[in-house]
């Protein structure tokens, strides 16, 4: 299983270096998917995720790169390293860097959890 992980997690990390998150979230969330960015509310279901990825992304203009750096595996678990450089509609250049936790449970996204910085 967890090989398996790591493959669908290395397509996944293809679709995000090509800036289609929402595409990405439709194909691999599990309905009942749960998502935390540190110190923030969990986001609960697929549906809600997609709807606050939806309303994030009205703030991108320019959407520069998804790198990931690192990446592993263990059991049901994925781990990865990223670099993430957009520009916002406020003229605002970010470049971010956060660790992803992922939880898998037959090829679907079950839980995830996001640990970043501004950089």
Not at 36 to 50: D, L, S, W
Not at 55 to 62: Q, T
Request: glycine share 8%; aromatic share 10%.
């Amino acid at each position: 299983m967890e090989q398996q992980n790591l493959k669908t997690l290395n397509t996944l990390l293809d679709m995000l270096a090509k800036g289609q998150f929402l595409e990405g979230m439709e194909l691999y969330f599990a309905d009942d998917v749960v998502i935390q960015e540190v110190g923030q509310t969990p986001k609960r279901g697929k549906a809600v995720c997609i709807e606050a990825e939806e309303e994030l992304l009205k703030g991108v203009a320019e959407f520069i790169q998804y790198t990931a750096l690192s990446v592993g595996a263990g059991g049901e678990q994925t781990f990865y390293e990223a670099v993430m450089e957009f520009k916002t509609t406020a003229g605002e250049h970010v470049v971010q860097r956060q660790a992803v936790v992922t939880t898998w449970k037959d090829g679907k996204i079950t839980d995830e959890k996001y640990y970043h910085a501004n950089v």
